[in-house]
Antibody, heavy 119, light 107 residues
């Protein structure tokens, strides 16, 4: 049974850096891409990017300049960093297991982390 | 980017009804389209991938079809557990994977 558990700061001020980590329990880690997806009432579901065990990444074009994904393969963890956040970055952030190749569907999801950006 | 437009945005139905949700793409792509179900306070759940392949454990009353720019999700006989919001997602574009705006199925 694959489980994803995520954590990170939920309240940020504008211009601060958002950092979230997702740990994978059960199943194979090396065989998949791991995605970050966020959801807000304003933008709906928005894919942020994905990373695999070797560190190969793909990013949403509109977020590429501020987003960084990293991987800790021995500990089966992936992390998301978003620099210079604004109110528009307020959303529920999810990590999810993608496909065995880049761009696959997300079949397992974390519980979600509500991130609020407010001054 | 490929844009996905779902219709209708809201659908009112009753238990036992058959319902169809449509997802239209701004440009043609191969059939690497997925459908998700989301209930309030929960993460989305994968129902269908590759346009018509049922995810393991998903009831057979869910079915998907389509190709090119038009795809559909059909729920054969609505059950109380099916009242939720449904999203399509295309995942064959490395300029960005995108979701549709969602269709809420309510009573």
């Amino acid at each position: 049974q694959v489980q994803l558990q995520q954590w990170g700061a939920g309240l940020l001020k504008p211009s601060e850096t958002l950092s979230l980590t997702c740990a994978v329990y059960g199943g194979s880690f090396n065989g998949y891409y791991w995605s970050w997806i966020r959801q807000s009432p304003e933008k709906g579901l928005e894919w942020i990017g994905e990373i695999n065990h070797a560190g190969s990444t793909n990013y949403h074009p509109s977020l590429r300049s501020r987003v960084s994904l990293s991987v800790d393969t021995p500990n089966k963890q992936v992390s998301l960093t978003v620099k210079s956040v604004t109110v528009a970055d307020s959303a529920v952030y999810y990590c999810a297991r993608g496909g065995r190749s880049a761009g696959g569907p997300a079949d397992y999801w974390g519980q979600g982390t509500l991130v609020t950006v407010s001054s | 980017d490929i844009q996905l437009t779902q219709s209708p945005s809201t659908l009112s139905a009753s238990v036992g009804d058959s319902v169809t949700i449509t997802c239209r793409a701004s440009q043609s792509f191969n059939s690497w389209l997925a459908w998700y179900q989301q209930k309030p306070g929960q993460a989305p759940k994968l129902l269908i991938y590759k346009a018509s392949t049922l995810e393991s454990g998903v009831p057979s009353r869910f079915s998907g079809s389509g190709s090119g720019t038009e795809f559909t999700l059909t729920i054969g006989s609505l059950q109380p557990d099916d009242f939720a919001t449904y999203y399509c997602q295309q995942y064959n574009s490395y300029s960005g994977l995108t979701f549709g705006g969602g269709t809420t199925v309510d009573i």
